[in-house]
C-alpha cells in the first residue's frame, strides 16, 4: 500500500505578535526509507558527545530552551549535522508564507491558508493521489493551521484516506525538519525584507552566504 506521510509546522503566530505567519509541510513517500541517513547523523552527535536535542531551530540560534548553556561553537556544530542529514533525506516540502499586516482578521487570514493548501493540492494531485493511504502529523499547536489543514486536506483528498495523529518533535525526525524548513524559510523574509537579526548574521552569515549554504539546498526540495 502506497502511504504518504505529512509533518506540519508553524511560525509565528495568529495574535499581534509576530510579522509573519508561516505554515510549512513536509511530503514523505514512505516506501523511502530514510535510516541510512539518520544513523550518520545520530553516530555523528554521538562523536560530538551532544545530548540528541529534538531540533527546534528558534531555541538552537538563540540559545534557549533545551539549549540554555549551551555556547555558539556547540550549536553551529548541531545546526550543521542536522543540515547535512537534512540535504540528504528523501522528501518534498511547501511553505505558504503570509505577513499579518496584509489580512484584516484571524478569518481573513484562515481562508487565504485553507484556499492555498487546496490550490497547492489540485496543482500536484497526481503526487497526491497515488497515494492510497495518507497520514498527517501535527501538534495542534495553532487552531488555524489545524482547522485549514482538516478543511483543505478532507475536501481535496478521500476523506477516508486522511488519519490524523497528534505528533511529537521528539518522536519523528521529519517533524523536526519542518521546524526547521520553517524557520529557515522565516529567516529568508527577513534577509530579503533587510530584518535579519545579529544572531542570524552568526549562524548564517550574510545573505550570500546564506542563500548558497541553506537556501538553494533546501529548495531543490520544494514541491512542484
Known sequence: MEELSIFVDESGDA???????LITIVLHDQAKDISEVLEPYEADLRARRVADIPMHLGPLLNGNDDYKGL?????????????????????????????????????????????DLVLTIFDNLDFFQKFE???VYYDNGQSVVTNALHDAVEYALARDAVIYRDAKPADYRLFQLADYICTLELTALKYQSRSETATDRM?????????KNYLKKLRKHRLG
Not at 15 to 21: A, F, L, N, R
Not at 84 to 103: C, G, H, I, N, W
Open 71 to 115: 555556547g555558539a561553537s556547540t550549536r553551529k556544530a548541531l545546526l550543521n549535522s542536522f543540515r547535512v542529514m537534512a540535504d540528504k533525506l528523501p522528501f518534498q516540502y511547501m511553505t505558504f508564507a503570509y505577513r499579518k499586516s496584509e489580512y484584516a482578521d484571524y478569518r481573513s487570514l484562515f481562508t487565504s491558508m485553507k484556499r
Open 15 to 21: 495574535g499581534e505578535t509576530s510579522t509573519y505567519y
Open 133 to 135: 493511504k495518507v497520514k
Open 203 to 211: 549562524f548564517f552569515g550574510q545573505w550570500g552566504s546564506f542563500k
